[in-house]
């Protein structure tokens, strides 16, 4: 399995810039939208997992999404979404993060011509704050999930979804470990 961690790393790009396979945990990091070219929507994220079986998924926690500042004066409309399906696999979470007003009310795009009523995907949203924070205008899929409950979103915390307290001390990298 390829288990990542990134810290207090400042990510950016338009289309799909965080993409692939992997097991991942984005803590403190910055998000950071661009302006992409006219016509394009922005996508943050789009997870591959192959099969529901498998451990691999992106969480950001503690994370800020913001825009650029050229698409903060993009001279056309851009809709900014936090992910979208790659695979009917796909699994992201963002939890605790502080999300701009660009993400757009719907927050997740589907992926031109896929299913968004497998239940192998997962996406899901855990006390994030800021203006785009607000899931009630969220996306109606049975794979989208607003999680109110503490226990659900303590297993894509670093110490159970990368069982990072086993091997991240060694590395002499800060990480928190759960939710707090």
């Not at 992409?36 to 503690?62: C, L």
């Not at 993400?103 to 968004?116: E, H």
């Not at 239940?119 to 924070?133: K, L, P, Q, R």
Request: aromatic share 12%.
């Amino acid at each position: 399995m390829n288990t990542q961690f990134y810290r207090e790393c400042r990510i950016s790009g338009t289309v799909d810039f965080i993409f692939g396979d992997a097991t991942a945990v984005f803590q403190k990091c910055t998000i950071v939208a661009r302006k992409p070219i006219k016509g394009q929507k922005n996508t943050i994220t789009a997870h591959k997992r192959k099969e529901a079986g498998e451990a691999t998924g992106y969480v950001f926690q503690f994370c800020d999404v913001v825009a650029a500042d050229e698409l903060a004066r993009a001279d056309f409309p851009v809709e900014t979404y936090l992910g979208r399906p790659w695979d009917v696999c796909a699994r992201v979470v963002f939890m605790d993060c502080h999300l701009q007003g660009l993400v757009d009310p719907k927050g997740w795009l589907q992926w031109q011509g896929s299913k968004t009523d497998v239940v192998d995907m997962f996406y899901a949203e855990y006390h994030n704050s800021g203006a785009g924070a607000d899931v009630s205008a969220r996306v109606k899929w049975p794979a989208f999930h607003a999680i109110t409950d503490a226990s659900q979103a303590a297993n894509f915390t670093v110490h159970n979804f990368i069982s990072g307290d086993k091997w991240l001390p060694a590395t002499g990298v800060d990480f928190t470990p759960g939710l707090h």
